[in-house]
């Protein structure tokens, strides 16, 4: 990991952090070990949010909806993904063997759960002023070209639409299927108990953007 270290400019004290950072549920379930990187991206999850937006605040003149829709592209799934690609962090995740022969180290919501364990990681090593330069020198060159954008957030455009037209709208999980390494989610969304959209993929959050998409594709027809 030394390469990765150089590049992202630390000099890390507890080893076993990043070890856990980098090892999926099934690699630990394998080998019969503690623990895999869940509790670690759950943290670097918080850590990229709060410092994404410090840097929007204090950078931007933008209105808080802006700064939500914005802060969402660049915290989002395809972002996470993106980042993670760039610094080659799949070199580095531990997997089981069907997860590997499954190609799971390559497998975009995984690359995103790894880069999230590595800030959590890197909080708890070195503190908050060391990863918040380290996500600031990854995540704002992003920020900062207009040519760059990850995803078009179908849920927020949804649900404007939703509230001009005095709709309620719901997302329900309608289906869950496959190990929980490897889990695939379907996801409705209703619009005044009707079914609009249906979306499937890796995470909820993904699927509800697949099935916003799918109603607002359906709106569009109808309209």
């Known amino acids: ?30 080998n ?55 610094l080659g ?26 880069f999230e364990a590595l800030m959590g ?5 070195l503190g908050f002023d060391i990863v918040k330069k ?3 020198s990854i995540v704002v060159p992003y920020i900062e070209d207009p ?10 455009v949804l649900q404007e639409y939703v509230q001009t037209e005095q709709r309620g709208l719901v997302y329900e999980l309608e289906n869950e299927e496959g190990p929980s390494h490897n889990k695939t989610f379907t996801i409705v969304v209703r619009i005044d108990n009707i079914i609009y959209g249906r979306g499937s993929a890796p995470s909820k959050k993904e699927a509800e953007q697949e099935a916003a998409k799918n109603a607002l594709d359906k709106l569009a027809k109808i309209e």
């Not at 605040?57 to 700064?67: L, P, S, T, V």
């Not at 990681?121 to 090593?125: E, H, K």
């Open 89 to 114: 962090l799949s070199d580095y995740i531990k997997v089981g063997h069907g997860e590997e022969a499954d190609g799971g180290r390559y497998k975009k919501v995984i690359q995103a759960d790894i």
């Open 134 to 136: 380290v996500i600031l």
């Open 147 to 156: 040519n760059i954008s990850f995803f078009k957030d179908y849920k927020s």
């Open 1 to 30: 990991m030394n390469k990765l270290f150089k590049r992202l400019g630390i000099v890390p004290c507890d080893m076993r952090l990043y070890q856990t950072a980098f090892s999926h549920s099934s690699y630990v379930n394998e």
């Open 121 to 125: 990681a890197i909080y708890l090593d």
């Open 32 to 86: 019969h070990l503690k623990a895999d990187y869940e509790r670690l991206e759950f943290l670097g999850d918080a850590v990229l949010e709060l410092v994404t937006s410090d840097y929007l605040y204090r950078n931007k003149n933008f209105k808080e909806g802006d700064m939500t829709k914005i802060r969402a592209s660049y915290v989002c799934e395809n972002a996470l993904a993106e980042y993670s690609r760039d």
